[in-house]
């Protein structure tokens, strides 16, 4: 049998493949809007656990096109191993053609671009990369332990190695008062990335985490309703003005109405939707089906 540390999390796109997990946990642990794995300590699976459940799968599914590398930034582990457990993947699986795992900026940023290539050569080509914010008052005020110099300077790397990457936004991240502020920042932050894929989540505050967030942002935070989610949004979207194509979906299960776009081929249709649901608000996906 497979073994998994529960919880275990990956992103939407990834349901079809094999979660492997080589690492539990998050290396910081310390973003306060996050409470996915504050259950577990930061720690590296062995090369003999994570090759055993790698022999499993390829009797089980010897079929696998798609591994994601969990937890919550498997490239925190040193890039010999990552080699060692890429190249163990891709002899054991002889379809195999995608590997990925959600990364933080801090992981990027401590390897050299050399060493990305070398990865994306053994088949690591996608990385989730959690931006959250393009302001460095709501990174600072969320703890998010990055500042979108580092977050930039980042993903330039990973594209740099030919790596795809898709980065995340969490909408309603600023609060109420911070609102425009985030939408803005948010959008130049893409203007300057442009991610391959780029995906909007929007704030879910677990209970047992909620008095921490409220006490790190240090001032009160209004949470936004769905409407001024999608307020939010627009605004964001006004202000992304990207050459290169990317793909941008609103579709988490948190978000209160699922949407999709070619950007930026397709922005003046988004925004129409977007428009459209603003004065629709019996569209929206009831709260207590998005887990809040
Ligand atoms: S880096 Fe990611 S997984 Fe870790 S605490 Fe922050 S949001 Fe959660």
Excluded: W
């Excluded at 959600?102 to 401590?110: R, V």
């Excluded at 390897?111 to 600072?140: A, F, P």
């Excluded at 993903?155 to 008062?177: F, T, V």
């Excluded at 425009?180 to 929007?202: C, F, W």
Aim: aromatic share 8%; glycine share 4%; net charge neutral.
């Amino acid at each position: 049998m497979l073994t998994y540390i529960d919880p275990v999390y990956r992103p939407p796109s990834e349901a079809d493949s094999l979660i492997l997990q080589v690492t539990i946990g998050c290396s910081y642990n310390r973003c306060s809007f996050c409470a996915m794995y504050r259950s577990k300590r930061y720690e590296e699976r062995s090369i003999e656990e994570i090759k055993a459940d790698i022999d499993y799968a390829a009797k089980e599914y010897p079929n696998i096109k798609r591994v994601f590398l969990a937890d919550g930034d498997a490239l925190n582990l040193n890039s010999n191993t990552l080699v060692e457990i890429l190249d163990y993947l891709r002899t054991s699986f002889p379809n195999l053609e995608r590997v990925s795992s959600y990364a933080m900026p801090k992981n990027l940023l401590q390897k050299s671009v050399e060493e990305l290539k070398m990865l994306r050569e053994k088949g690591l080509k996608m990385l989730y990369i959690g931006i959250e914010s393009g302001s460095d008052l709501i990174l600072r005020k969320v703890t998010k332990g990055a500042n979108t110099k580092g977050i930039i300077e980042g993903c330039k790397k990973a594209k740099d190695a030919d790596i795809i990457i898709s980065c995340m936004l969490i909408l309603g991240l600023g609060g109420k008062k911070y609102s425009t502020l985030h939408a803005i920042e948010s959008a130049k932050i893409i203007n300057i990335i442009e991610p391959d894929y780029l995906a909007a989540l929007t704030l879910y505050l677990d209970d047992s985490i909620k008095d921490e967030f409220c006490s790190k942002f240090e001032e009160q935070f209004e949470m936004l309703s769905d409407q001024d989610v999608l307020e939010e949004l627009k605004v964001m979207v006004q202000n992304i003005n990207n050459k290169r194509k990317i793909i941008f979906r609103v579709n988490h299960a948190s978000n209160p109405y699922p949407l999709k776009a070619l950007l930026p081929d397709e922005k003046e249709e988004l925004l129409r939707k977007i428009d459209t649901l603003l004065k629709s608000p019996e569209l929206y996906r009831p709260r207590f089906l998005r887990g809040f």
